[in-house]
């Protein structure tokens, strides 16, 4: 069973920072993507960032200068650095993984999500 679990979300300022943690479990993949989607209230689910095996990243262009994507293979783990942060950033946060198979998407899961909430 393919498990995602994430951390690092919480309150914060306007302005502030705050570093999300998606650690995944339960295979070994031949290629993957992991990355970030946020759901606000109201709006439909959106990409923040994705990061593949391949280096590639790609990002929102609302949170481009403000969020990094990063990641550690050795822990199967992809991070989420957001600075400057701001209240339209409130949302809950998803860590997603996709798993491909010869370049073909085998599967797409999803963690719980974890709150960032950013308000003075």
């Known amino acids: 069973q393919v498990q995602l679990v994430e951390s690092g979300g919480g309150l914060v300022q306007p302005g502030g920072s705050l570093r999300l943690s998606c650690a995944a479990s339960?295979?070994?993949?031949?290629?993957?993507?992991m990355g970030w989607y946020r759901k606000a209230p109201g709006k439909e689910r959106e990409l923040v960032a994705a990061?593949?095996?391949?280096?590639?990243?790609n990002y929102a262009d609302s949170v481009k200068g403000r969020f990094t994507i990063s990641r550690d293979n050795a822990k199967n783990t992809v991070y989420l650095q957001m600075n400057s942060l701001k209240p339209e950033d409130t949302a809950v946060y998803y860590c997603?993984?996709?798993?491909?198979?010869?370049?073909?998407?085998?599967?797409?899961?999803w963690g719980q999500g974890t709150q960032v909430t950013v308000s003075s």
């Open positions: 997603n993984l996709k798993i491909y198979e010869l370049g073909v998407r085998k599967g797409d899961y």
């Open positions: 990061f593949s095996s391949g280096g590639i990243t």
């Open positions: 339960g295979g070994i993949f031949s290629s993957k993507v």
